[in-house]
């Protein structure tokens, strides 16, 4: 009968815990979701020479590609219980988009080539005090999240 109740009350915690771990992933995919529709409403809205310098305009399909990665890395991280502050998203003058991340523990820099410019994407990341974690690559947009999600987890662990 002790037994029966103890099985019953962990039961009763792991359902509680998880419904909390899925309502924290809904809010935090709200304000994702929030912050990026933001952002990228900003910057479609930008007029050709915005720089005054001749700066392109951007096409929804490099914003698109920008917050689909986005979302794709935050969600690995937050389903390894991994928190980091939502980075600067910045429009360039060739078209391409800027995500950088500045934190204590490491810095990140991807670039999203506008989308008449090609799938490659450029990435730099290291961790500080740590040079053999540096990460320099130039790759295609598909295999992005594939390389940087592990580094990732590296250095913020």
């Not at 399909?61 to 980091?84: A, G, P, S, Y």
């Not at 800027?98 to 090609?118: H, K, P, R, V």
Request: glycine share 2%; proline share 4%; aromatic share 8%.
């Amino acid at each position: 009968m002790e037994k029966d109740k103890l099985k019953e009350s962990a039961d009763l915690n792991l359902r509680e815990i998880k419904n909390l771990f899925l309502s924290v992933k809904a809010h935090r995919e709200k304000m994702l979701e929030k912050l990026l529709k933001e952002r990228t409403e900003f910057i479609l809205n930008l007029p050709k020479n915005w720089d005054d310098n001749d700066a392109d305009t951007f096409t929804a399909e490099t914003l698109e590609r920008t917050c689909q990665l986005l979302k794709t890395i935050f969600e690995e991280l937050w389903n390894h219980m991994l928190d980091v502050p939502f980075p600067l998203i910045s429009p360039l003058p060739d078209g391409s988009i800027d995500i950088n991340w500045e934190t204590e523990s490491f810095e990140l820099l991807i670039n999203i080539s506008s989308a008449q410019n090609g799938d490659l994407i450029n990435l730099y990341g290291e961790r500080m005090n740590h040079p053999e974690d540096e990460i320099d690559l130039r790759i295609n947009y598909e295999m992005v999240a594939q390389s940087i999600i592990p580094w990732l987890l590296k250095v913020i662990s």
